[in-house]
């Protein structure tokens, strides 16, 4: 592969951006600064960029702290989406796993494995959902108890076993987790017991918590130690 084609891969940068870096010989294979675009790699080199290493990675995940407005989506016509945060060179094959509501913020996990992101999402798979939720009703302990029991919707949906922990300094608020992922669901649980959700954020899937250092609108790659919880 190209030494070029290879770097943008690697989410180093634009293709353009690797050219101007290799131009600039900030480039080097086993040791030696190559200023060929076009350097021919067979796959088995040691390739660093700007003094780091670019290993050879065969999918990329990130953390994206969803901010509200925008949409779970690969493109849209009129609003913007979840992949339109990140730069052009990142998003080519990228998907999100799992959607959340435009009003929705918090963790959402933005990837190029496609068998993850299924595993993810397949109801067999239970993987937990934690959100964080402000009502405009204090909820109480029958609402912790309709939980449990598993709810079943206004349009009959049956619903599985979900643990609501209300905050003792604000009955207003909560931590919820489900092992679904329907439609508005956790909006429609609250609906049903005739609360209004006012604000959303998801916390973490599985093993897999939002870095409290991003800011809506913020991504960043998941550490080894993340990846490899997701995918044991
Ligand atoms: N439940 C909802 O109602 N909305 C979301 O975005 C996620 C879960």
Partial sequence: MRLDKYLANMHI????????????????????TVRDPGFSLSGSENVTAK??????REHFYYMLNKPA????????????????????????????????????????????????????LSPAHHVDKRYLLHTDIAMDKTDIEAFRAGLTLQDGTELKEALLEIS???????????REGKYHQ????????????????????????????????????????????LLN
């Fill in 13 to 32: 940068g634009s293709r353009s951006e690797v050219k101007e870096l290799i131009r600039k010989g900030l480039v080097s294979v086993n040791g030696n």
């Fill in 51 to 56: 003094g780091q290493a670019v290993e050879y």
């Fill in 69 to 120: 407005g925008v949409v779970t989506a690969t493109e849209d016509k009129r609003d913007q989406t979840v992949l339109d945060l990140f730069p052009e060179e990142i998003r080519r094959g990228l998907i999100p796993a799992g959607r959340l509501d435009k009003d929705t913020v918090g963790l959402l996990l933005i990837t190029d494995d496609g068998d993850l992101v299924h595993r993810l």
């Fill in 168 to 178: 003792e300094a604000d009955p207003c608020k909560a931590v919820i987790t489900i």
């Fill in 186 to 229: 956790i909006k429609r649980m609250l609906a049903s017991r005739g609360k209004q959700v006012i604000y959303l954020k998801r916390l973490s899937i599985g093993p897999l918590a939002l870095d409290p250092q991003l800011k809506e609108g913020e991504y960043r790659e998941l550490t080894e130690a993340e990846i490899s919880s």
